[in-house]
T-cell receptor, first 116, second 112 residues
Framework: GAVVSQHPSRVICKSGTSVKIECRSL??????MFWYRQFPKQSLMLMAT?????????EQGVEKDKFLINHASLTLSTLTVTSAHPEDSSFYIC????????????FGPGTRLTVL | GQQLNQSPQSMFIQEGEDVSMNCTSS?????WLWYKQDPGEGPVLLIA?????ELTSNGRLTAQFGITRKDSFLNISASIPSDVGIYFC????????????FGKGTLLTVNP
């Protein structure tokens, strides 16, 4: 149980284009999902908290107009990187929060974004 | 903001040896979590701790939630080559704040 998928697993795009990444909780419902960014040899950095049916909450320094988050259902959240630039190249990981008591976070396998 | 100090930063051990890593925080956490991340993959939850003083095992892994609620350790016994990876601790304050604070990770290398 508690499986989270991400699609695509890796994407290469040209500078200036937009890229959408999907995060799905496969066997549970997640009212809250999180989006992280991870640079090589570094820890996970929280970008935003996504709540089903409401606007995402962004961490300080993360541009909400550049990183669009939509949490349309209890099993799907999407992150769209708009007008991507090479500095947006990174490993993007989502997590979904499970349960009502312990609220454990289960992570997706990540999406490697390379912007040329 | 909250800071987590995770040590050691890296470890090189021989197969069969035991491993210990720990995290300390500048503030109190209500939950401690330990994750393992393989290259190019997302973190996988190993052990979750919810009470101060709690000691929990998962196979060869054992983790404890410190009494002060500001620290936690993870032990791996009889290491095997597939234990290789990056281990992260993460803490959560609780209440309405669901966000996790992550340590910087411990890179474990196991020589067969």
């Amino acid at each position: 149980g508690a499986v989270v998928s991400q699609h695509p697993s890796r994407v290469i795009c040209k500078s200036g284009t937009s890229v959408k990444i999907e995060c799905r909780s496969l066997d549970f419902q997640a009212t809250t999902m999180f989006w992280y960014r991870q640079f090589p040899k570094q820890s996970l950095m929280l970008m935003a908290t996504s709540n089903e049916g409401s606007k995402a909450t962004y961490e300080q320094g993360v541009e909400k107009d550049k990183f669009l988050i939509n949490h349309a259902s209890l099993t799907l959240s999407t992150l769209t990187v708009t007008s991507a630039h090479p500095e947006d190249s990174s490993f993007y990981i989502c997590s979904a929060q499970s349960g009502t008591v312990h609220l454990e976070q289960f992570f997706g396998p990540g999406t490697r974004l390379t912007v040329l | 903001g909250q800071q987590l100090n995770q040590s050691p930063q890296s470890m090189f051990i021989q197969e069969g040896e035991d491993v210990s890593m720990n995290c300390t925080s500048s503030s109190i956490f209500n939950t401690w979590l330990w994750y393992k991340q393989d290259p190019g993959e997302g973190p996988v939850l190993l052990i979750a701790l919810y009470k101060a003083g709690e000691l929990t095992s998962n196979g060869r892994l054992t983790a404890q939630f410190g009494i002060t609620r500001k620290d936690s350790f993870l032990n791996i016994s009889a290491s095997i080559p597939s234990d290789v990876g990056i281990y992260f601790c993460a803490g959560r304050s609780g209440g309405s704040n669901y966000k996790l604070t992550f340590g910087k990770g411990t890179l474990l290398t196991v020589n067969p």
